[in-house]
């Protein structure tokens, strides 16, 4: 699918259907259109499938007639049961008189109805494809941050497995979002490298410094996310085992109660039960057999309470 926009006063602005533009963006493209951007535009067709595989690493490469550039950017969050973030590759093919993006699926690459950014030339576009990720990038950490604060508050009484998954799946997350956010800081290495190369302006080589520093920011925040996530994991994967341990005991306790009673509620049922009370209204018989009952069973609580307390407590 074809999308085309052009810069209006700073502005990147969407062209109307089957009118060309300064900026060319390829979402899932069909094998026809694979075959113009190779056999037109002279797209490396190994550098297009590294544009649409997500698992590619970021780099730049210099052609005889574009600039190719593989970077990373976070999908659109999926709110499923695992709430996994992934990454995706998007690759920018910059040419004299135009920007050929090809992304692997439909997402958001530029700030609609902001203030104009720095960057209106066709390598200031690839700097505005860079700080949008980066910004996109921060959002999702923001919102896994949030997210783990709402798992560790509801882990500390879950019994089930279902938070735990949810931790895993952030940490997994975590770690593809640390591994592209690293990526993405090599190529703004190289770019800053090759800026005169691929004809960065002096504003426009601010605003890639700019850029870096951003993404250093989210390099950190993933870094650190990701170790904290990985240090409480082992604790909060404790506290859900525990939580299971306690309810397991108030189930042995009520068991271990409900035992002596179930063998007098047996006696007390058979026939010999009234042989025994034979002289005494079977009223106050049954009633002396209830109270008996309740007796044995609370002296039972007391016992198996007193046997699971700690030392320390008995002690005291």
């Known amino acids: 699918m074809l999308k085309c926009y052009n810069l209006v006063d700073g502005r990147i602005v969407r062209c109307p259907d089957g009118e060309s533009g300064l900026i060319q963006v390829y979402s899932e493209p069909s094998d026809e259109e694979k075959s113009y951007l190779v056999e037109k535009c002279g797209i490396d067709g190994h550098t297009l499938a590294s544009a649409l595989d997500e698992d590619e690493i970021s780099r730049v490469e210099f052609e005889d007639t574009h600039v190719a550039v593989i970077m990373k950017c976070p999908r659109d969050v999926g709110m499923d049961r695992r709430m996994e973030f992934r ?7 910059l040419f004299s008189d ?17 203030m104009p950014l720095r960057g209106n030339s066709i390598p200031g576009i690839l700097l ?22 709402q798992i560790e508050k509801k882990i500390e009484y879950a019994i089930t497995n279902k938070s735990l998954v949810n931790m895993f799946a952030l940490l997994k997350s975590l770690t593809y979002y640390e591994s592209a956010v690293g990526a993405n800081m090599l190529l703004m290495g190289k770019l800053r490298s090759a800026s005169e190369r691929i004809g960065f302006k002096e504003a426009e080589r601010e605003f890639l410094e700019d850029i870096s520093i951003e993404n250093k920011q989210c390099d950190n925040l993933a870094r650190i996310y990701a170790a904290t996530l990985k240090n409480m994991s082992d604790a909060r994967t404790s506290v859900a085992s525990n939580n299971m341990a306690v309810i397991m005991k108030y189930l042995a306790i009520i068991n271990i109660v409900f035992m002596p009673l179930t063998v007098i509620t047996g006696l007390g049922g058979m026939s010999e039960f ?21 007796v044995i069973g609370f002296v039972t609580y007391l016992l198996v309470r007193g046997i699971g307390a700690p030392r320390n407590s008995r002690r005291r």
């Open 98 to 114: 135009r920007i050929i993006i090809v992304q692997i699926e439909d997402m958001p690459l530029f700030e609609h109805g902001r």
């Open 274 to 294: 009234t042989m025994m009370t034979e002289g005494i209204w079977w009223p106050h018989a049954y009633s002396a057999l209830a109270v008996f009952m309740v």
């Open 128 to 149: 505005r494809l860079l700080h949008q990720s980066t910004r996109h990038f921060l959002q999702h950490l923001r919102i896994i941050r949030t997210i783990s604060e």
């Open 87 to 93: 990454v995706s590759s998007v690759g920018a093919f």
